[in-house]
């Protein structure tokens, strides 16, 4: 009775849209403004050799029932039972999404649970909607914000400038080497630091702990690229003191060498003044600087 109430209140406000003049699909609306939202937990996984962006169930329910209002695009009334699992099934039903499952059912090597988002996925035999440990990719492709217009419109006047870099002047020249200098200096500062950090608590309480974990992950959102502490705690066991002690005098002896062994000070001034005759030739664009790489 329920599911019948919510396909008809859902059919009526796609009348209601055509009757006002507006080729406007209310289920669509509801679906780019669920993907949208920000309490929607996504990840993104390989999906028939292509990567798609998907959610758990569970996290689909949370969101609607945290959030009824987002349901008023469809028509519904959100005190109906079962209305999350009625608009799931709606949106399988209009290919808008689509019910996945895991592709590796057990553990990986070393763990002991299976990986709460899987990094590959195939496509469910019944497609159903379920808040029962399901996964669902999203069918449709998001619309192009505003950011990512202007993004594409600066791509080919980035691309003009890299090739026009040789008859720029000298002080510009000077101005985006130095701006790049630094800008590769602090990212790998912040992964070195990131790293220290890591092995520091390892070694010493057999904790893992990623300071910045997303700063690496490709399909993280500006938001959470730059999260400062991980969201989730670390479930595997602490390894032995054994293993702790034996990685931290291996470190130690690495350390060492590259201590007694490392440039001293006048190796180290004639690479310096090396590398800035090269850094020199380069930006006056003589030939000599191209051989330096080459080794003619």
Request: aromatic letters at 12%.
């Amino acid at each position: 009775m329920a599911k019948k109430k919510v396909e008809k209140a859902v059919d009526g406000a796609a009348k209601a849209t055509k009757k006002q003049g507006k080729e406007v699909d209310p289920v669509r609306v509801f679906a780019e403004r669920v993907r949208d939202h920000k309490e929607l937990d996504t990840r993104w996984a390989v999906l028939q050799e292509a990567r798609v962006e998907y959610f758990r169930g569970k996290d689909f329910i949370a969101l609607l029932r945290a959030h009824p209002e987002l349901i008023k695009p469809l028509g519904i009334e959100a005190a109906i039972a079962d209305v999350d699992l009625d608009v799931g099934n709606i949106l399988i039903r209009r290919r808008l999404i689509v019910r996945c499952d895991r592709v590796s059912k057990t553990p990986r090597p070393g763990k002991t649970k299976l990986s709460k988002w899987p990094a590959r996925i195939e496509i469910y035999p019944e497609q159903m909607f379920s808040e029962k440990d399901s996964f669902y990719a999203w069918a449709f492709e998001r619309r192009r914000p505003l950011w990512q217009t202007v993004l594409s419109f600066f791509v080919p006047v980035v691309t003009l400038a890299c090739c026009l870099f040789p008859i720029f002047p000298h002080w510009c020249k000077l101005g985006v080497l130095y701006f790049f200098l630094a800008f590769l200096t602090l990212i790998f500062g912040v992964l070195t630091l990131r790293a220290l950090i890591f092995a520091i608590f390892w070694l010493a309480l057999g904790k893992r702990m990623w300071f910045l974990p997303n700063i690496l992950a490709e399909e993280a959102t500006m938001s959470e690229l730059f999260q400062f502490m991980p969201d989730s705690k670390d479930d595997e066991p602490s390894p032995k003191w054994s293993t702790r002690i034996a990685f931290g005098a291996v470190a130690g002896l690495i350390i060492w060498l590259v201590l007694v062994h490392g440039p001293n000070e006048a190796a180290r001034a004639r690479y310096q003044k090396k590398a800035s005759n090269i850094i020199d030739d380069i930006l006056t664009w003589k030939p000599k600087a191209l051989s330096a790489f080459t080794g003619t």
